[in-house]
Each structure stands twice: as structure tokens, then as C-alpha cells.
């Protein structure tokens, strides 16, 4: 999911997105306007806690056991033995390979669910209406309300808002209730053999190695996604030993436990390392003047530059000097306008979309009480309000047509049925949420 434009955007859902762009081009997809991803190993700032990086070997109790593999395909089997001494020569230790490859397999899911990543485009008033959807702003405030003097701590210590951690905790893995189950050595081993992204996926792989010998978790634990995403906001091994920290003090950065701590302090401490300034908006809601321009929305400007030529806040005055701006038009002159700071750039860095950014800082300000946005989106249909879209979401079912979830949230799933439905009754599979759609499941 790159860059949205003219509101459109590419997005891959239930991956639960990431510190994807994190150490360098994220294995996962975007979000769906979703998961992009980036940029390259890069040493921990002397800002992080020194807890951060802990590299020792801990070999006791590991055993002296030779890999077992569970495999039944012999190439695989023949890459490891390979692999395991390039993964030596960079300092994994013999005893720590062998326990956590011992009955990896090759999974051909694995490779499928890489062969397959089918692009679903959606507007971005559609997205946004997923991503903030009211459900996940209340969940959040809980989240926020439950963890709260974790993250206090941890926006004293970063100063990066503790609505803003959230924020992207309830984006990557809906606060928790999605980290991934898969065994990850497994995932990346049966992805750096399948070759496309072999090295990137080796490189992955050697890196997770090097977090099990430092101790942090054992193999059994160490689950992810599919293509290697782990934890509560969803850190690929390589950012993962970048940024992670062990903020609880235990001797462990422990991103998978029940306790968030660890995983929302490295979320903080990441955004922090990429320039988070605390008390700027990642946005702020505008009113253009008659006659405004695209291209005049590239510029840089200070807000009080900008108030100069007519691009002011929604009260009519100037917007707040919060540092140099433009102006983001994500579905065109014809959608609401917003001014973007350098905060905007921060979330990309964590994964390059301009959706996902104004996602994660949209449902940041609402889960602190924000508004929704004011401006109307030109959506060129007539939408469903929350509860409708669970209404649509149960109708649908009972008439047969696969919903997984009824959530109010219109992901790929159920973009699915609905066209499959509008096909089975003649009329155009254009998958919208319609109040025309509901009106005909009411009538059919």
C-alpha cells in the first residue's frame, strides 16, 4: 500500500500491519492502505535505554541435541544444513540453531500466502471508516484506560503520547487480540528457502536466531505472522533488535506477552528515534480558500504562511504554530483538507503509507477525545452508519455468503460477499456498503 492517491489506496488487511517499516523493506504488506515498509539496519540511538540491546548467549540448559527436522521434502532439508553454517559464521551459536529448528518443516501455506497477495483497493473514506471505526476508538480507550500508567511511564521517558502508542498498538494488532500464532523460525525458514526475497527473508531469519540465543524468548514462544511480523505492533526480527527495550526491567524484551509493556515502550522508542516531537499534531483539519490548487499543496509553509493565503483551521483562524506544514488532500479538492506536520512523516516511517499515518493519528485523536472528521468525503454513495454495516454483516451470513466476522468493519472479507451477493441477484458487484445494498438484502 503505497501512497494514496486521488483517495485511493491499495490494501492488504489482517496482517495487522507493522513496525513493518521499520529496518528495511518490511516483508509485510501494506495495510492495507496499509502496510508499506523500509529502510535498513541502523544502530540504536544513544537516547534508547542501554537494557535495549542485549547480545550475550545463553546457552544453558539448551542441550547438545542436533537439529531434527519434521520435514519431508529433502531440498529444504539440505538448505539447512547449509544454512546453519552461514548462521554460524555470523555468531549463532550450534546449540541455539539446532533447539530452534528442531522439527521446522517446510510449509507450502507459507509460500502460498506470499504467491497471493491480491491487492484489494479501497477508497480511503473507507479505510479510515475500518481503521476508526467506533469499535476500535472504544476499545482503545480502554486499552488506554487499562494500561494507562504503563504508558504515563513511558511517554515520560520518550515523549512520545501515550494515545499515539496506542493508536498504532489497536492498528497492527487490534491492542493484542491479534499478534500471530505461527511458529516464526518455521515462516522464515520456509521463505528464505522459497528464494523470491531469499536473502531479505535469510537475513530475517539469522536476525531472529540472535534474539533467541540473547534469551529474550524461547522458540516455542516466538510466534509471528506468516512473513515474520511479531508481537503486540508487530516488529520484524531485524527492527525488532534495533529498538526493541526491555522496559519492565525483567532482563527480557518481551514483545509477546500478555503484559504490552515492553512492545508499546518499543513502539515509543522507535517513533522516538525517528524525530516524534511531542505536542505536535500529526494533523490538524483545514478549510481551503475558493480557487486552491494541488500543486499549491506541496508547498512548505509555516501555519501563519499559510493562514496568508486563505488555508486556515476549521474556527477560521490561523492553525497553532506547530513547526512547518502542507497540505494533505487524501481524496482530492473534493474531500476534507488537512495540514500535515512533521509528526505525519514519523508514522510513515514506522510503515509508508499516507493512509496508515492519518489512520494511526486520526485514531489517536479520538481515543483522546477528539473529533471526528468534519468535512464530507465524496464517497458517490449513500453509506451505512455502524450499526447498519453489522446489519449488512448478518444478513449477508444468514443468506450463506462467507462473513467471517460481524464487526461493523468492511475488510476484504466482506468486501468479498457482498459482490459475490450482488452477483448472485444481477446487479453491479461493485462491493460498496450502500444503503441501496441493505435495502436489496432486506428485499431478496
Known amino acids: 500500500m503505497r501512497a494514496v492517491i486521488l483517495g485511493l489506496t491499495s490494501v492488504l488487511l489482517g496482517l495487522g500491519t507493522s513496525l513493518a517499516s521499520a529496518v528495511e523493506q518490511s516483508p509485510r504488506p501494506q495495510m492495507r492502505p496499509g502496510s508499506g515498509l523500509i529502510t535498513t539496519a541502523a544502530v540504536v540511538s544513544a537516547d534508547l535505554p542501554v537494557r535495549s540491546l542485549r547480545p550475550q548467549v545463553r546457552p544453558d540448559g539448551l542441550g547438545d541435541e542436533t537439529v531434527v527436522l519434521a520435514s519431508t521434502d529433502p531440498g529444504f532439508d539440505r538448505w539447512v544444513a547449509g544454512f546453519k553454517g552461514r548462521a554460524v559464521a555470523q555468531g549463532i551459536n550450534g546449540r541455539v540453531f539446532d533447539r530452534a529448528f528442531r522439527g521446522v518443516r517446510f510449509d507450502p501455506e507459507i509460500v502460498n500466502k506470499d504467491r497471493n497477495q491480491s491487492e484489494f483497493k479501497r477508497e480511503i473514506w473507507d479505510y479510515l471508516d475500518s481503521a476508526v471505526s467506533p469499535?476500535?476508538?472504544?476499545?482503545?480507550?480502554?486499552?488506554?484506560?487499562?494500561?494507562?500508567?504503563?504508558?504515563?511511564?513511558?511517554?515520560?521517558?520518550?515523549g512520545v503520547e501515550k494515545e499515539v502508542v496506542t493508536a498504532v498498538w489497536g492498528m497492527e494488532s487490534t491492542y493484542g487480540e491479534r499478534l500471530g500464532?505461527?511458529?516464526?523460525?518455521?515462516?522464515?525458514?520456509?521463505?528464505?528457502?522459497?528464494?523470491?526475497?531469499?536473502?531479505?527473508f535469510e537475513k530475517q531469519l539469522v536476525s531472529a536466531l540472535r534474539i533467541l540465543q540473547?534469551?529474550?524468548?524461547?522458540?516455542?514462544?516466538?510466534?509471528?505472522?506468516?512473513?515474520?511480523?511479531?508481537?503486540?505492533?508487530?516488529?520484524?526480527?531485524?527492527?525488532?533488535?534495533?529498538?526493541?527495550?526491555?522496559?519492565?526491567?525483567?532482563?527480557?524484551?518481551?514483545?509477546?506477552?500478555?503484559?504490552?509493556?515492553?512492545?508499546?515502550?518499543?513502539?515509543?522508542?522507535y517513533l522516538k528515534r525517528f524525530g516524534w516531537t511531542k505536542g505536535q499534531p500529526w494533523g490538524v483539519e483545514v478549510r481551503l480558500p475558493r480557487g486552491f490548487s494541488t500543486r499549491a499543496a506541496k508547498a512548505?509553509?509555516?501555519?501563519?504562511?499559510?493562514?496568508?493565503?486563505?488555508?486556515?483551521?476549521?474556527?477560521?483562524?490561523?492553525?497553532?504554530?506547530?513547526?512547518?506544514?502542507?497540505?494533505?488532500?487524501?481524496?482530492?479538492?473534493?474531500?476534507?483538507?488537512?495540514?500535515?506536520?512533521?509528526?505525519?512523516?514519523?508514522?510513515?516511517?514506522?510503515?509508508?503509507?499516507?493512509?496508515?499515518?492519518?489512520?494511526?493519528?486520526?485514531?489517536?485523536?479520538?481515543?483522546?477525545?477528539?473529533?471526528?472528521?468534519?468535512?464530507?468525503?465524496?464517497?458517490?454513495?449513500?453509506?451505512?452508519?455502524?450499526?447498519?454495516?453489522?446489519?449488512m454483516q448478518r444478513r449477508l451470513r444468514r443468506k450463506g455468503f462467507g462473513v467471517e466476522k460481524i464487526d461493523g468493519i468492511i475488510g476484504p472479507n466482506t468486501i468479498n460477499a457482498i459482490r459475490a451477493f450482488q452477483q448472485s441477484v444481477g446487479v453491479r458487484a461493485d462491493g460498496l456498503p450502500s444503503q441501496e445494498l441493505l435495502a436489496l438484502l432486506k428485499r431478496s
Open 214 to 269: 540473547s534469551g529474550d524468548v524461547t522458540p516455542e514462544n516466538m510466534k509471528g505472522s506468516w512473513a515474520g511480523a511479531m508481537g503486540h505492533t508487530q516488529f520484524i526480527p531485524t527492527s525488532y533488535e534495533a529498538y526493541a527495550v526491555d522496559f519492565t526491567g525483567d532482563g527480557k524484551r518481551d514483545i509477546w506477552s500478555d503484559n504490552p509493556t515492553d512492545a508499546l515502550a518499543s513502539t515509543a522508542a
Open 300 to 391: 512548505t509553509r509555516m501555519p501563519s504562511q499559510w493562514a496568508a493565503q486563505g488555508v486556515v483551521g476549521l474556527n477560521g483562524r490561523a492553525v497553532p504554530n506547530h513547526g512547518r506544514a502542507s497540505v494533505y488532500l487524501p481524496a482530492g479538492l473534493q474531500g476534507p483538507a488537512f495540514m500535515v506536520f512533521d509528526n505525519f512523516g514519523v508514522i510513515k516511517r514506522y510503515n509508508n503509507s499516507d493512509a496508515y499515518a492519518m489512520g494511526v493519528g486520526h485514531l489517536a485523536d479520538r481515543i483522546g477525545g477528539g473529533r471526528d472528521i468534519q468535512a464530507s468525503w465524496p464517497r458517490g454513495y449513500n453509506p451505512l452508519s455502524f450499526d447498519e454495516k453489522m446489519e
Open 181 to 200: 500464532d505461527l511458529p516464526l523460525i518455521q515462516s522464515l525458514a520456509t521463505l528464505a528457502y522459497d528464494g523470491r526475497r531469499g536473502a531479505f
Open 135 to 158: 469499535v476500535r476508538v472504544e476499545n482503545g480507550q480502554k486499552a488506554l484506560r487499562r494500561h494507562r500508567r504503563a504508558l504515563q511511564r513511558i511517554e515520560a521517558h520518550y
